[in-house]
């Protein structure tokens, strides 16, 4: 790992790019305008679930002719967008994408985009630091004839610094989960002058300005989940949602060793957010069943501690955590390691107290030199306050390990992080990504009304099947939403919610036909992409579970105890095409 940001005045490694030798006007343009497209590519942030963000700016000399950002998993690529916009000026111009393109569909639709558009030149940000995309779209491009510039590589002026910077930074909780296998996780708190979370009473509400707390509903929303300790629902009873206007309301967990929690909470009201209790194994088997019956889920570990609960959170697909607790539970998560990046938001008022609670608990350390220091510190007035913001740990930086040709050239179906004869499929960018309903693979089936439609992902199309044939205008208006949505996420927040808020709106033969629905859907997918079926049958002679360790329905759960029907109807439509192809073979 190479530190990559500046601590006090002394440049990391990797941002002392070689000096300015070769920095002309071009470099200084490049710079310009790849730091746009890093900007561009945080513009879903808060909107939809954090995801690897990619933005692509399409520029001619130093005008920008397109422009597109990703804006959440299974939409278009922001590299086609860009594309599509720029029309006949992509010819001959540069492409400048913040991050190398990845794509979980193995046709590499982001490349044949800026080919086909006739883009000359590209200019990457940072190389893909997932393992399996590494390399691929860059060797892909060359291949093509199209010159690839990568920054730190191929491009070393100085003048880039802050653009590498800003590509680091938007993809930060990637780069944190394929090094360390673990979630981006900020510790976020608001102090007193002096130092205090709350009064010695405990009451906290409010230490920082309505302002700050504002933007902290946008830091929410940019997570996948917020952390709070027991004592912290005890004391304050909070919310913990994002009300931020965006679209994304991250998961509650709270992290509780002895389960000791009142029955009537906020948060255990789970129609606007969902709720997950993490505990100690065996603790009060009766509040777990009370809080079972809430529909809040109770994980137990057998040593609760935040180093087990964030290699869950990256289990179950997290890329960026929000801890809102107290002291007492950010001292053992600063302690292990997890917390990469701290909020301070520093209120002007003083609260005294000898036993008020502050931000960060015993560490052990007895002396000043012992004192962590933040690295690339920001300060920002807002309304009253300060906010201090800084890591507690440099964004890992995995761009120096360049792959060889031999490395990239294919995907390779036996790559995978697991067990060879079990093929886990999950997030669309895992290596077998284009298994996961989110994926971006267009199919067409019929709508409510039996007409051929394009539904933009699986997961849109099984969603809206819920609601068909229900004699009622929300029933119809649900289905609408759902053909609407922008994002596979967006569509299965909204069939799921109005299944939980309205369940007399879904079909009454729903559980007897939706395995069928889904199967419906694989067979379009898998038929209508061959390069999908291809992959598909690579997989021959492996077991395929959807890694899912919370839907023990579709996914095959934290321990094995998921039914795994998504893995199974993939095997069985795999059994099928190859008997086909077996058939044809023979004729
Ligand atoms: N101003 C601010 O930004 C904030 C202020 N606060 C204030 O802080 C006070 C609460 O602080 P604090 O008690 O530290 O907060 P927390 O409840 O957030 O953290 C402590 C609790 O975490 C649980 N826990 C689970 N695993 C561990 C572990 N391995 N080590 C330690 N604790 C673990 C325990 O719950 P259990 O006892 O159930 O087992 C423990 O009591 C309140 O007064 C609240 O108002 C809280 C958050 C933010
Ligand atoms: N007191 C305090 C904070 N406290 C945090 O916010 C939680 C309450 O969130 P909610 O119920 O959603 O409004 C609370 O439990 C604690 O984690 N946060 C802040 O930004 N500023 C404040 O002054």
Request: aromatic share 6%; with cysteine; net charge neutral.
């Amino acid at each position: 790992m190479v530190s990559l940001f500046s601590i006090g005045s002394s440049p990391s490694p990797r941002l002392l790019l070689r000096p300015t030798c070769c920095s002309s006007p071009t470099h200084s343009r490049d710079a310009v305008i790849l730091r746009r497209a890093a900007e561009l590519a945080d513009s879903s942030a808060g909107l939809t679930s954090p995801h690897p963000n990619f933005g692509c700016i399409i520029a001619r000399g130093g005008d920008v002719v397109g422009k597109g950002f990703l804006y959440g998993q299974g939409t278009e690529c922001a590299e086609l967008q860009a594309a599509e916009m720029a029309g006949e000026l992509a010819a001959g111009a540069t492409a400048y994408i913040n991050m190398e393109s990845g794509d979980c569909s193995g046709d590499l639709a982001p490349v044949s985009s800026l080919v086909q558009a006739g883009i000359s030149r590209v200019v990457v940000g940072i190389r893909h630091p997932l393992r399996h995309f590494r390399g691929k779209a860059i060797h892909a491009l060359r291949r093509h004839g199209v010159q690839v510039d990568v920054v730190g590589e191929d491009l070393q002026s100085k003048v880039y610094e802050e653009a590498l910077k800003s590509c680091l930074l938007v993809n930060a909780p990637l780069l944190y989960r394929a090094a360390c296998h673990v979630p981006f996780s900020v510790l976020k708190y608001a102090m007193t002058l002096d130092g205090k979370i709350a009064a010695s009473s405990g009451h906290a509400s409010w230490i920082s300005s309505k302002l700050s707390r504002g933007r902290v509903f946008e830091l929410r929303g940019r997570s996948d989940a917020i952390i709070v300790g027991g004592n912290t629902v005890r004391r304050d009873d909070p919310r913990l949602t994002a009300r931020h206007g965006g679209g994304h309301t991250p998961v509650r967990i709270v992290m509780s060793q002895t389960l000791d929690l009142p029955e009537e909470r906020n948060i255990w009201n789970i129609i606007d957010a969902y709720t997950i209790v993490a505990t100690q194994r065996g603790a009060r088997k009766d509040m777990q069943k009370k809080l079972a019956r809430k529909g809040v889920e109770v994980v137990e570990f057998d040593m609760l501690n935040p180093r087990d609960l964030m290699r869950y959170c990256h289990d179950r697909g997290y890329l960026s955590v929000l801890w809102e607790c107290g002291g007492g539970l950010a001292a053992p998560a600063i302690s292990c390691g997890v917390i990469h990046k701290v909020y301070a938001f520093v209120a002007p008022k003083i609260i005294g107290g000898a036993n008020a609670p502050s931000p960060v608990g015993e560490l052990g350390m007895i002396q000043m030199t012992q004192a962590l220091n933040l690295i690339d510190v920001s300060y920002e007035q807002i309304g009253p306050d300060m906010l201090i913001s800084g890591f507690l740990q440099p964004i890992p930086d995995l761009s120096p390990i360049i792959p060889s040709v031999d490395e990239t050239s294919a995907l390779d179906p036996t790559l995978s992080p697991y067990d060879t004869n079990i093929i886990f499929f999950y997030k669309t960018w895992d290596p077998y990504g284009a298994f996961s309903n989110f994926s971006p693979h267009p199919l067409q089936l019929p709508d409510e009304n039996g007409d051929n439609y394009m539904w933009p992902t699986v997961e849109h199309y099984y969603q809206a099947q819920k609601f068909q044939g229900v004699n009622s205008p929300l029933a119809i208006d649900v289905i609408q939403q759902i053909k609407s949505s922008k994002s596979p996420e967006e569509a299965a927040r909204t069939g799921r919610k109005m299944q939980r808020q309205h369940p007399e709106l879904v079909r009454a033969d729903w559980d007897s036909v939706k395995v069928d629905v889904m199967y419906e859907a694989l067979k379009c997918k898998f038929s209508t992409y061959p390069n999908l079926n291809t992959m598909l049958r690579s997989t021959a002679g492996s077991v395929l579970v959807e890694a899912s360790p919370h839907d023990l329905f579709w996914g095959g759960g934290r321990e094995g105890e998921g039914l795994n029907h998504l893995g199974r109807l993939l095997m069985k439509l795999r059994s099928e095409i190859m008997e086909e192809t077996s058939v044809v073979g023979v004729e």
